[in-house]
């Protein structure tokens, strides 16, 4: 069972806007930053958001992020075929002092 | 550019050790902080350990905490992470990870292609 809770799966069809979303505790995404990446199939994990809502360059502006209290959420606008993968959320816990991941969501497009 | 290259993976039986080490390049590796996290098979990610720029501090999983140590050396830009009494729930690509500092919010801004490691008998 992992710390932060995402839901298992999310689908959409191109050109649709999906939400992930990333829920937690005061310990973790209450008090600190919030990053998320993403997976494709085979390959390692990339960086897609930092400190909630940043993004690092070369990453499509059709990927926002946003935090409010102990829940995070990551926005997909217009979906594309190339954006199915496994997306994560991460952040550091002060209560066991160490980062924690949520589980992943796997997301298809239609 | 920035790269991070893990070796040392492979079969190891359940009680055993292992080494694992990251090369680091196109960036200051004395600067930055440094992860270790791992994924099984069909899992999501799970971090497993963080070592400081100068290996001040260092902080480990519940799951990994007296077994695993991790290291580094400056001199030669590399990451190492010594696993020893291995269980089978270690099974996994161990992924090196850079962390990206406070201007970063501390988010894992590159990740290396990972070396799996295997526990069985």
């Known amino acids: 069972q992992s710390v932060l809770t995402q839901p298992p799966s999310a689908s959409g069809t191109p050109g649709q806007r999906v939400t992930i979303s990333c829920s937690g505790s005061?310990?973790?995404?209450?008090?600190?930053?919030v990053s998320w990446y993403q997976q494709l199939p085979g390959t390692a994990p990339k960086l897609l958001i930092y400190?909630?809502?940043q993004r690092p360059s070369g990453v499509p502006d059709r990927f926002s992020g946003s935090k409010s209290g102990t829940s995070a959420s990551l926005a997909i606008s217009g979906l594309q075929s190339e954006d199915e993968a496994d997306y994560y959320c991460?952040?550091?816990?002060?209560?066991?002092?160490?980062?924690?991941f949520g589980g992943g969501t796997k997301l298809t497009v239609l | 550019q920035v790269q991070v290259v893990e070796s040392g993976g492979g079969v190891v039986q359940p009680g055993g050790s292992l080494r694992l080490s990251c090369a680091a390049s196109?960036?200051?590796?004395?600067?930055?902080?440094m992860h270790w996290v791992r994924q099984a098979p069909g899992k999501g990610l799970e971090w497993v350990a963080f070592?400081?720029?100068?290996?001040?501090?260092?902080y480990y999983a519940d799951s990994v905490k007296g077994r695993f140590t991790i290291s580094r050396d400056n001199s030669k830009n590399t990451l190492y992470l010594q696993m020893n009494s291995l269980r089978a729930e270690d099974a996994a690509v161990y992924y090196c990870?850079?962390?990206?500092?406070?201007?970063?919010?501390?988010?894992?801004?590159?990740w290396g292609q990972g070396t799996l490691v295997t526990v069985s008998s």
């Open positions: 990870v850079r962390d990206g500092g406070y201007s970063y919010g501390r988010a894992k801004d590159y």
């Open positions: 196109g960036f200051t590796f004395s600067s930055y902080g």
């Open positions: 005061s310990s973790n995404i209450g008090s600190n930053s």
């Open positions: 991460a952040a550091w816990d002060d209560s066991l002092n160490g980062w924690v």
């Open positions: 070592i400081r720029y100068d290996a001040s501090n260092k």
């Open positions: 400190r909630n809502n």
